[in-house]
């Protein structure tokens, strides 16, 4: 017993990592289908068994009796009654009807016992094509289109829980940012000084915060002109932005660092335009004309 509860538990593990891994995605999405149209699949089940009894009482009663009309009437003819006895074999009692139909129903060369039984009975043929166009066309048909709408309703709810699972990440990645900001803001100003943000990296436990995000000591000045943007100081909305974005790869850090030169020499240029301005100017007061 111990070891099914194991078994079990294992197997429910392995769901948990087709349900995370991207690449097991399709087949989750089988796993879940299939499980979700078992009820479905259970009352189709039911329904074509009430339908294929309705349709044998009714043959039972139409064509086996014409079969064995037909067998009274070619008694004499030794071809005649071995046809007959073979199709009163497949068709002479209700158990035997309903077999039949299900040979009908998945299509498995029935029309070879539909030409024989039409032979003793023309109109039989109406009786077999309302069964298949019953239980075959609309019936068949019918649960593909629910199964595919469950399928679809389980792809829609698979996306709204994978976007409250990230919704759900982002909250947890706020919530430590924030408690790191706190314990860093020592002065409780609610901004991060130079040697805040230094001794930060010195101190054992957030030395490890830091390693925990990807960053080390040695990057302790760079990352700080990074999120700072130019007064000195870090305020929590700057902490909180700069280290969302470059959080992954080194390639978000140096998209985040090419911006912030760009931002940089944007200001260094409009303050040398302003400059240049201002000499112009006083130039053209200095030398009038």
Known sequence: RTL???RVAR???LLRVFRKVTIFREAWMLIRGLSDSARTLFWTLVVICFV???FAIFGVVVIVSDLQAALEEF???EADVARLHHLLSMMGGLDLMMFTLVQFLSQDSFHAIMRDVMIYSGSSWIYFYAYISVAVFVLMNLVTAII???AMEASRDDHE??????EQARQKQFQELETLFKLMDTDASGTLSLHEFTESFADDYLGKKWMHLDFRQEDCLELFHLLDDGDGEIEMVEFFEGLRR???DAKARDVLKLQKNICKLDKDLGRLVHTLSGLEKGLEIAVPG
């Not at 829980?161 to 990230?166: C, I, M, V």
């Open 4 to 6: 099914t509860i194991l």
């Open 75 to 77: 008694a004499d003819s």
């Open 11 to 13: 197997i429910g593990r």
């Open 161 to 166: 829980h994978q976007a409250a699972e990230r």
């Open 246 to 248: 470059m959080r992954g």
């Open 148 to 150: 595919v709408d469950h």
């Open 52 to 54: 294929t009894y309705a």
